[in-house]
C-alpha cells in the first residue's frame, strides 16, 4: 500500500516592506483611532519628511553646483560648462532608463495622473531618483525649476505613507496631494500657495475634506524648512505701488502677450520632447545632447543667465528696475525658452515653474521698459510689469490663476500691486484657454489619451465609437404619413419619436410626439403630413459610425435630445441606425470595462517584468502590414507580453479591442519588454 504524502505549501518569499505594512494595518486593527486624528498626524508626516526632503534637495543642489562652478574655473567656462552638462546628462538619462521612467521630465503630470486613474498610487524608489535626477540636472546648469521635482517627491512619499498603512484610494489622494502641497510650501517658503496649487492644480477640484489636511502639510513642510534653512523669501524685490489707475490698460496688454508667450512654450516644449521621444537612440545619449544644446544656448547669452532656475538673476535685475535694453531682454526671453525646452524635451529631470515665472519677468520687463518711453508720468516702474509678468505667463502655461497671484505674493512679499496682478492673470488664463485648451502640465496626458476635469478622466466615452454600440433596428415612418396614421403609431409603440423616410427611402428628418402634440394643439388639418410637422433634415443633428458617443453625447446635451440618426459616413442621407440614452450607458459600462482589463493587464505585466517593460508608440502608414486589418487579425503576430495600450486617431484615443481596424496615420501605443520593442514595431508595419 503506497503512502500519500500531501505536498508541503511554500511560503511565497514575502516583498519588501510587507513586514512593515503587516504590523502597522494590525496596530490599526488593535486600536481604534479617531479618523480626524489619523489624517491630521499623517499629513504631518507627509509635511515633515517633505520639508526635510526639500532640505535634502537644496543641499544636494549646492554641493554640485560647487562641482559644477570648481570644474569650470579649471577647465574653462566651453569645455567646463559643456562637458559638465554633458556628464550630468548621462547620469540622469541612467537612472531614468534603470530605475523610475516617472521621474523624466517636469514630474508635475505624473502626480496628476497617478491621482487621476492610479488612486494615487507611486512608486517609493520615484522619490529618490526624483532628488537625484534634479540635482544633477540643476546642479549642472540645466534650465529646470525646483517646484517640479520636490512636489514629485513630496507626492510620492504621501503615497508609500498611505499605501504602508493600506489607506483607501481617496486616502492615498489626499496625501499625494498633501505631499505636493509641502512640496510648493518648502522650496519657496509659500505654505498658502502650495496649498492653493495642491487642490487647484493636482487634485483639479476644491473641498474642506482636502483642504484641512493639505493646510497641515503645508504648513509643517514650511516650518521644518525654514528651521533649518532660515525664513527668506525665495525673490527679494521691491514693493511697486500702483501710481496711476491709467497703467491698467497697460497691464491689459500684459496680460494678452502673456497668454501668447505661455502657448508658444507649451507648444516648443512638447514639439522637442516628441522629436526626442522619436529618436532610436539610448535615454542616456538623448538626455546628454539636451544638455549640451542647453549649454550651447547659454554660452550665447551674455553672462549665461539662462541657467538654472534663474530666479535670483531675475530677482536682482527687478530690485534695479530692469535696467537691461530691449534687445537683451529678447534674447533672455528666447534663450530661456529655448534652453528649458532643451534640458525638460530631452527627458532630463526639473521642474517648468521657475522657468514660467523668469520668461514672465523678462516679459514684463519689457512691456514696462516700452511703456515708460511712451508715457513715462504714467508707467514709473518696469519692476511692477516684471512681478506682475511672472504671475501672468505661469498662469497661462499652468491654467492656475490663483496659484499665480499667491505665489507672487508670498515669494515676494508684495501685495500693493493686486489689481493689476489679478488683472493681468486671470486675461492670460483666459486668453491661453481660449487659444489652446490644455495646459502644460495636461498636454502631456492628453497625448497619453487622459482627459482631465477636476481631477477625474473623463474622456472614457471616447474610446467607444457610435458603430459599436447603436442600435440598428430602427422603425421608421414615410414623411408623407398623415397626423391621423401618425397619433395610432405613437399610441401603438409608446415611441417618443421616428425617423422620416421620403419616397427613396432617404432619410427626410424626425417626427417626435412633442411634434404631433403641438399640431393637435393649434388644430392643424388631420391630413397634415409628418413633413409638415417634424424636424427637418437640414436642421437634424446626426452622428456617423466613426464618431466617438463622447462627442455625440455632447452634442445631444447641447439641444437636450434623448436620441440621435445614425447616417453613412459616406451617405449622409442614409439612416442605417439610431443612438439613444440607453445606448449611450452600454457605452460607457464598455469602455469602463475594457480600461480596467487594460489597467489590470498592465500592472501584472509591471509586476512580472518592472524594470523590462517600456511605452513605445508607433506611427502607421498606408502600406503597413497592420493597416485596414483588425487586431484579432493582428494578433497573432504580437508578442505574448505586449499590451496595446491605446490608438490616437484624428485628435481622439482610441482603446483598441479584438475588433478595431488600424488606420493610416494611427498612432498606437504598446506596453512591451524593451526586448520585444522591434518586434512589435516589425509586426505590424512589415507582418
Not at 514575502?14 to 512593515?20: D, V
Not at 510620492?156 to 505613507?161: D, F, Y
Not at 505674493?409 to 488664463?429: C, H, N, Q, R, W
Not at 447616417?567 to 439612416?575: I, K
Request: net charge neutral.
Amino acid at each position: 500500500m503506497t503512502e500519500h504524502i500531501e505536498p508541503k505549501a511554500v511560503a511565497a518569499p514575502e516583498r519588501p516592506g510587507s513586514q512593515i505594512r503587516a504590523a502597522l494595518a494590525g496596530f490599526a486593527e488593535r486600536v481604534a483611532i479617531p479618523e480626524e486624528i489619523v489624517i491630521v498626524t499623517t499629513a504631518l508626516l507627509v509635511g515633515i519628511g517633505t520639508g526635510l526632503g526639500a532640505v535634502l534637495f537644496i543641499w544636494l543642489l549646492q554641493q554640485i553646483g560647487a562641482v559644477t562652478a570648481f570644474v569650470i574655473a579649471n577647465v574653462g567656462l566651453i569645455a567646463g560648462t559643456l562637458g559638465t552638462m554633458a556628464v550630468a546628462g548621462v547620469l540622469v538619462g541612467f537612472m531614468i532608463d534603470r530605475w523610475a521612467s516617472e521621474a523624466k521630465g517636469h514630474g508635475v503630470p505624473e502626480v496628476m495622473e497617478a491621482i487621476a486613474i492610479r488612486g494615487g498610487r507611486i512608486r517609493p524608489r520615484v522619490a529618490a531618483v526624483k532628488v537625484l535626477a534634479s540635482s544633477l540636472t540643476i546642479g549642472a546648469g540645466g534650465s529646470a525649476g525646483r517646484e517640479g521635482p520636490i512636489v514629485q517627491v513630496g507626492s510620492a512619499l504621501g503615497s508609500t505613507v498611505g499605501q504602508l498603512l493600506r489607506f483607501s484610494e481617496e486616502r492615498v489622494r489626499t496625501l499625494v496631494a498633501c505631499g505636493a502641497a509641502a512640496g510648493i510650501a518648502a522650496t519657496f517658503n509659500a505654505p498658502i500657495a502650495g496649498t492653493i496649487f495642491a487642490m487647484e492644480v493636482i487634485l483639479g477640484r476644491f473641498t474642506v475634506r482636502y483642504f484641512g489636511a493639505v493646510v497641515i502639510s503645508a504648513v509643517a513642510a514650511s516650518v521644518t524648512s525654514q528651521a533649518i534653512i532660515g525664513n527668506k523669501l525665495a525673490i527679494e524685490v521691491p514693493a511697486y505701488p500702483l501710481h496711476s489707475m491709467a497703467e491698467l490698460p497697460i497691464y491689459v496688454v500684459l496680460g494678452l502677450l502673456a497668454a501668447l508667450v505661455a502657448v508658444l512654450f507649451i507648444r516648443v516644449l512638447y514639439f522637442t520632447e516628441a522629436k526626442f521621444d522619436a529618436w532610436r537612440i539610448p535615454l542616456p545619449a538623448k538626455t546628454a545632447l539636451g544638455m549640451v544644446l542647453t549649454g550651447i544656448v547659454a554660452l550665447l547669452v551674455p553672462g549665461q543667465e539662462v541657467l538654472g532656475p534663474g530666479l535670483h538673476t531675475i530677482a536682482g535685475t527687478i530690485a534695479h528696475d530692469f535696467p537691461l535694453s530691449l534687445s537683451m531682454m529678447a534674447i533672455l526671453l528666447f534663450g530661456k525658452m529655448l534652453a528649458t525646452t532643451f534640458t525638460l524635451g530631452s527627458g532630463n529631470s526639473g521642474g517648468v515653474f521657475a522657468p514660467s515665472l523668469f520668461m514672465g519677468a523678462v516679459l514684463g520687463g519689457m512691456v514696462g521698459t516700452v511703456a515708460q518711453n511712451l508715457w513715462p508720468d504714467v508707467a514709473v516702474n518696469p519692476g511692477a510689469y516684471a512681478i506682475v509678468g511672472m504671475a501672468a505667463v505661469f498662469a497661462g502655461a499652468a491654467r492656475a490663476p490663483i496659484t499665480a497671484i499667491l505665489i507672487v505674493f508670498e515669494m515676494s512679499g508684495d501685495y500693493k500691486l493686486i489689481l493689476p496682478l489679478m488683472l493681468a492673470t486671470v486675461i492670460a488664463t483666459i486668453v491661453a484657454e481660449r487659444i489652446f485648451p490644455e495646459s502644460i502640465y495636461t498636454f502631456k496626458l492628453k497625448l497619453k489619451g487622459i482627459t482631465l476635469e477636476r481631477g477625474r478622466d473623463v474622456d472614457i466615452l471616447q474610446s467607444v465609437t457610435v458603430d459599436e454600440v447603436m442600435t440598428r433596428s430602427v422603425q421608421t415612418v414615410p414623411a408623407s404619413m398623415t397626423l391621423v396614421d401618425l397619433s395610432d403609431l405613437f399610441a401603438e409603440s409608446h415611441r417618443h419619436g421616428f425617423p422620416m423616410l421620403d419616397a427613396d427611402g432617404r432619410l427626410s428628418g424626425i417626427v417626435t410626439v412633442s411634434d404631433l402634440d403641438r399640431a393637435v394643439g393649434n388644430e392643424l388639418p388631420r391630413r397634415t403630413t409628418a413633413r409638415e410637422i417634424g424636424t427637418p433634415r437640414a436642421q437634424l443633428l446626426v452622428a456617423t459610425p466613426d464618431q466617438p458617443v463622447g462627442e455625440v453625447l455632447r452634442r445631444m446635451g447641447t439641444r437636450g435630445l434623448g436620441r440621435m440618426p445614425v447616417v453613412e459616413t459616406d451617405d449622409p442621407d442614409r439612416l442605417i441606425g439610431m443612438v439613444r440614452r440607453s445606448d449611450i450607458i452600454r457605452a460607457y459600462d464598455l469602455a469602463v470595462s475594457r480600461r480596467a482589463e487594460l489597467q489590470h493587464r498592465a500592472r501584472r505585466m509591471q509586476l512580472r517584468n518592472l524594470d523590462g517593460t517600456d511605452f513605445v508608440d508607433i506611427v502607421l502608414e498606408s502600406g503597413d502590414y497592420a493597416v485596414d486589418r483588425r487586431l484579432v487579425d493582428v494578433a497573432p503576430l504580437i508578442p505574448d507580453d505586449c499590451i496595446l495600450v491605446s490608438i490616437r486617431r484624428a485628435g481622439r484615443v482610441v482603446i483598441p479591442h479584438g475588433d478595431t481596424v488600424f488606420r493610416p496615420g494611427d498612432t498606437v501605443t504598446a506596453f512591451v519588454r524593451r526586448e520585444d520593442i522591434d518586434r512589435i514595431q516589425s509586426c505590424l508595419r512589415a507582418g
